[in-house]
């Protein structure tokens, strides 16, 4: 059964950061894409940055363009998203996603499978 775990979420200071990792298993981990999706109270789920299933292309949200840093390890069945410079607007829930199809897209409607998220806040 395809399971996604995320971890390394928590709280840290404006200006800090924070390394996120998606744990794969039950499935063929190096034919999907994985996306980082986020939810803050009230808002709708967006997308942040994805990589596609070999690594090769990733895409990144103007949010999260400069800040952010997506990478994989096919061997490790594992995403991480590296967090530099947060800000008090990136505290939301963080979810990594799978899709088989192709492209590196934004959209959560264009993930099929999902973790249940972990917690970010950046406060002082």
């Known amino acids: 059964q395809l399971h996604l775990a995320e971890s390394g979420g928590g709280l840290v200071q404006p200006g800090g950061s924070l390394r996120l990792s998606c744990a794969a298993s039950g499935f063929t981990f190096s034919d999907y894409a994985i996306g980082w999706f986020r939810q803050a109270p009230g808002k709708g789920r967006e997308g942040v940055s994805c990589?596609?299933?070999?690594?090769?292309?990733?895409n990144y949200a103007d949010s999260a363009k400069g800040r952010f840093t997506i990478s994989r390890d096919n061997v490790k069945n594992t995403v991480w998203l590296q967090m530099n410079s947060l800000k008090p607007e990136d505290t939301a829930v963080y979810y990594c996603?799978?899709?088989?199809?192709?492209?590196?897209?934004?959209?959560?409607?264009?993930?099929?499978?999902w973790g249940q998220g972990t917690q970010v806040t950046v406060s002082s």
């Open positions: 990589t596609s299933s070999s690594g090769g292309s990733t």
């Open positions: 996603a799978a899709k088989k199809s192709i492209g590196v897209t934004l959209s959560p409607y264009d993930y099929d499978y």
